[in-house]
């Protein structure tokens, strides 16, 4: 880390064993990143409040702020009525957002990709079919057995919509339709 890591206790003195516990679980972070910046953990001590029954106990909260480049990665408080328990569970969660930051980083993330956009260019109703014009100026066959709800009768010239497109005997043919709701969807 560049700089060093920082451990916060709020209402409690964290025993040296614990202390130790969190600057070996942040070392281990930089494996899975080895360039983060920095790192902040801050205890807090259980809080009873005035509404809590006698029989409640109360829990230990955890939080880290990590800075790696250019972002910020927070776990916001993990709890427990187990002190040890709450700072692994913090850990193991920004063990989990440090991988993910890593594999977003090096490209291993699969991005969810939008089903194509078109415009209905042409419909003939009475014999139920018609085609999509795509952005790339592309005309896609579509039938209406293809149209999903609220359905081929719904559809008219300059209607927006998605589909899902597939090779057809005589060129390409959209598989599903779908119309593109008027709430920007």
């Not at 451990?7 to 990143?33: F, S």
């Not at 699969?110 to 795509?134: D, I, R």
Request: proline share 5%; glycine share 6%.
């Amino acid at each position: 880390m560049q700089t060093p890591l920082q451990i916060t206790a709020h209402d409690l003195t964290l025993a040296n064993a614990v202390e130790t516990d969190i600057r070996e679980k942040a070392a281990k972070l930089e494996c899975y990143y080895p360039r983060l910046i920095s790192c902040h953990v801050v205890v807090g001590a259980p809080v009873r409040s005035a509404h809590a029954s006698f029989s409640q106990t109360g829990r230990y909260h955890v939080s880290i702020d990590l800075t790696v480049l250019g972002a910020e990665l927070v776990v916001t408080r993990q709890e427990n009525e187990e002190l040890q328990v709450a700072i692994r569970d913090a850990f193991n969660a920004a063990q989990r957002r440090v991988r993910d930051y890593a594999r977003r980083q090096r490209g291993e993330v699969k991005t969810l990709e939008t089903p194509p956009h078109a415009v209905v260019s042409q419909l003939f109703a009475a014999e139920g079919y018609g085609f999509l014009s795509t952005p790339d100026e592309r005309e896609i066959y579509f039938h209406r057995n293809s149209v999903l709800a609220p359905g081929f009768d719904q559809l008219a010239f300059g209607t927006a919509v998605r589909f899902a497109e597939e090779p057809g005997d005589q060129g390409p043919q959209a598989s599903t339709v779908t119309k593109v709701s008027n709430a920007g969807g």
